[in-house]
């Protein structure tokens, strides 16, 4: 059986994990020269978005042999909007480094690749790789094969700024900043590397690309974060929020960001981008029915996504009243301090009111 697989990224490489431990042996074709993001970062993995799993870095061991090791866990979480500043403690995730460096998560992931041929400097085009070889799965962190396809829903457009500031971090703690004057119905956050590095950067929604230098410089303004001292700038191209028609068309499966599993409230799908690359080796090696193994992913990418439909139409007062609600101590205690999933639960009453 002939696998081909496009990008070396998180989905890109969990699948061909999984071929090797089924016995096949796929091609990867990467565009770079190396694995991990070109712009080195951190991301979080939030607790309150993966309790469904219980505790994410057993489950994805126990159930798809992926071992995650995460540079820190988030202990603390600060919340601000204009007016409102809410702090939450607890197990509240991971961070984890993305990148070039050894400890970038998928760095570790190539470290477990055995026979997988990953050939580098090679930007693929799946429709060629369909015609050559049995199946393709596109994990190409890109909409553009989606789109192609005809499969691709587009939900709106973020343009992120940021960089690698150098300060004094909390390194278990992340700030989240809601204002609608620099990030629009998106958000700023710092997520940090270590005790004296961090990610700072805006993810706006609903603002124009031109306005993203000023939209960064008026956030580190209003937040008091002009002292930082950047050693890196960044300003990823702008990213699709959406979802996918469909996961497989013909012997085509798309994993990851290009099968439109990221989240559409904070950005986060790093989870489903590795479930989704295990469920594509499982698929088409062992002939399971893609689209009900995704079904799970898409339901709870689209309950915490049915939390943007409403956030879009914030402004900053309701911000506030949002913050100032989470900040009441039950409300707290009960979404962060213990197991009930209320972001799946209430997105899927929301879905359903969105509708
Ligand atoms: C700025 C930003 C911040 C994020 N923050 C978070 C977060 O905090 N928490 C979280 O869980 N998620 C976060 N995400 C989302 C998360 O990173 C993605 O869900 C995850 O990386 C998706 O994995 P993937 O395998 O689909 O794509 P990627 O990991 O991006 O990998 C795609 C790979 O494909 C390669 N490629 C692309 N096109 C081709 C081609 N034609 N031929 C060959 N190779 C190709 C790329 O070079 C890359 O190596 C963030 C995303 C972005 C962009």
Redo the contacts with the bound molecule.
Sequence with gaps: MKIAI???????LSCALECERLGVVPDI????SSIG?IWP?V???PGVFTKEQAEIRNYLLNKFNIDVRPLSKTKSFIMKSANQEVKVEGKLGYFLA?GKAENSF?KQMQKDIMRTRIQYN???DYKELAKEYDYVVV????VDEALDLGVWESLGTVY?MGGVALGNFDKTSSTVFFNTDYAGTGYARITPFNSYQAIVGIYTIGKEEYEVDKLFKKFLEMENLNHLDFIYKLT?PS?QLGRVRKFQVDNVFL????AG??ERLL???????IMS?VYAARSVIQGEDYTKLMKPLKKHVENVSAFRDIVNKFENKDFDRMLSVLGTPGVKQAIYNTNMNFVDAIGKVLKFFNK
Excluded: N, Q
């Excluded at 994990?139 to 890109?142: D, F, M, N």
């Design positions: 496009v990008g070396a990224g998180v989905s890109g074709y990467e565009r770079d993001w970062s991301i979080f993995w993305r998928v090679v930007p693929a994990s190409s962190g890109k992120m990823p990213f994993a990851g960001r290009a599993l990221t950005g986060v799908g790093g989870p489903e981008a690359g």
